[in-house]
């Protein structure tokens, strides 16, 4: 409020505050006042930088990640188009920052509706460009093999991405246990994969154990903490397991 009054609603310093606030509500599951500040950020930053600026671009990238968080699929990925076409009109098809927004939209397509196939396709051209360009967009710095096997099992190359993420698991459980983020994700994409490929049971225990890790240090809300109680639900949901099922899928919605 101070810098408010100092420096005013739209200043570069006041709105950036304002969305670094509305990152930290969409990570405690107050998404719509995050959607709301995000809202906010974003019609200051065009007016203030114009529609294409870097910072205008996150802020957009910003909204589409918490409307996503509401539910609201449609408008997030109605958002998540423009990121793209931003990106690639000032970035390029080849830019870390425009691989990572097509990934956003092909994540977005794969949650709406009977869509499958093209999300496949939209993976499969992300993992051709990572792969050509030898691009780190898509690795995470410390343990980059749960990104490449998370896209190559989105480009349903299941075998070669359970192979890649066995790995990935034994180095996260082995040199950085104390990563919660990481573990947690990490035993997420690998429990999801598991599941896909029909072994339950062990996707079960991967899945939980993940959840719980990432509950442990307060992300259970969180998008990667969401994503986690959704494959529970969708496991059990599979397994005939109706109750667990809907329990879970009250935790993924927060």
Not at 70 to 91: K, N, P, S
Not at 181 to 201: A, Q
């Amino acid at each position: 409020e101070r810098r408010v009054r100092v420096q005013g609603e739209e200043h570069p310093a006041t709105v950036g505050s304002r969305s670094v606030l509305a990152s930290l509500y969409g990570e405690m599951g107050r998404v719509e006042e995050s959607r709301r500040l995000h809202r906010q950020c974003l019609d200051a930053r065009r007016r203030g930088l114009g529609p294409d600026h870097p910072a205008t671009l996150q802020s957009l990238q910003n909204l589409a990640i918490v409307t996503r968080l509401d539910g609201d699929l449609q408008e997030a990925e109605r958002l998540q188009r423009q990121v793209v076409t931003l990106r690639l009109e000032r970035m390029g098809a080849d830019h870390p920052e425009t691989l990572r927004a097509k990934r956003r939209l092909a994540e977005l397509v794969g949650e709406s509706g009977d869509r499958r196939g093209e999300a496949i396709a939209l993976y499969r051209e992300i993992l051709e460009t990572f792969e050509r360009t030898d691009s780190p967009a898509l690795s995470d710095r410390i343990e980059p093999g749960r990104d490449r096997g998370d896209l190559l099992l989105e480009a349903d190359r299941t075998r070669e991405a359970e192979l890649l993420l066995a790995e990935a698991v034994a180095r996260v459980r082995e040199s950085l246990p104390d990563e919660s983020l990481l573990l947690g994700t990490t035993l997420t994409v690998y429990g999801r994969c598991l599941f896909l490929n029909g072994r339950v049971d062990e996707a079960e225990a991967l899945l939980l154990e993940g959840h719980e890790i990432l509950a442990q240090s307060g992300l259970a809300d969180s998008e990667a903490g969401r994503r986690a109680a959704t494959l529970l639900a969708d496991l059990y949901a599979e397994s005939g397991r109706s109750a667990d099922a809907e329990a879970w899928r009250q935790r993924s919605v927060g």
